[in-house]
């Protein structure tokens, strides 16, 4: 079974630009998460998707980031326009519906803002 | 201070005992996590442990849960050369996940 991709591994972009990040959760996870980890510290949490409902956003920094899930399935999350402190790396995770919870993690993709 | 520390970095011999330690003050958290990130992947999940348990052994691992104190720590026996990574400590409750910084473990042969 594969288990969560995300797409690019790596994007450097310049400030003002814009960037979609792709996650593919594992087939049948209901739960998609996006996390961010900013300069070495903590990762830390950005949404939470329940099929295609935005369960929990609290973690969005701004808005300009829009994230989706059209169908359930995949998520996107875009940055429009990229600032420098958007640099980091974003994971996303998914997990079937129960109350145990178990995440599973993509690779991440590493954001570069220059 | 964050929601959930960890000392940055730690060092040991291959074949010494490494323990890595964490502390968090959401005393609600019901579960809590060890993941291990190894260059270029994802993170993995080492072990768990349910907030009323006080001790959880798996193989190499030893996982002590002290809720009195909010103290977390991982103990990797036997350590070798494969277990360097990064161990991220995590702590959940109720949809919420909160992520330490992550400990970077170097062993040195």
């Known amino acids: 079974e594969a288990g969560v991709t995300q797409f690019p591994s790596h994007s450097v972009i310049e400030k003002g630009q814009t960037v979609t990040l792709r996650c593919d959760p594992i087939?049948?996870?209901?739960?998609l998460y996006w996390y961010r980890r900013v300069m070495g510290k903590e990762i830390k949490f950005l949404l939470h998707f329940v099929k295609e409902s935005k369960q929990d956003e609290s973690g969005m920094p701004n808005n300009r980031f829009l994230a989706e899930r059209t169908g359930g399935t995949y998520s996107t999350l875009k940055v429009q326009p990229a600032e420098l402190e958007d640099s980091g790396v974003y994971f996303c995770?998914?997990?079937?519906?129960?109350?145990?919870?178990?995440?599973?993690f993509g690779p991440g993709t590493r954001l570069t803002v220059l | 201070g964050e929601d959930v520390e960890q000392s940055l970095f730690l060092s040991v011999r291959e074949g010494d005992s490494s323990v890595i330690n964490c502390t968090y003050t959401d005393s609600s958290s019901t579960y809590l996590y060890w993941y291990k990130q190894e260059p270029g992947a994802g993170l993995q999940l080492l072990t768990y442990i349910f907030s009323n348990m006080d001790m959880k052994q798996d193989q190499r691992l030893t996982v002590l849960l002290n809720k009195k104190d909010k103290h977390l720590s991982l103990r990797i026996a036997d350590t070798q050369t494969g277990d360097s990574a990064i161990y991220f400590c995590a702590v959940y409750n109720n949809n919420d996940m909160r992520f330490g910084a992550g400990t970077r473990l170097t062993v040195k042969p």
């Open positions: 087939s049948g996870h209901d739960n």
């Open positions: 995770a998914s997990s079937h519906s129960s109350s145990y919870n178990e995440q599973f």
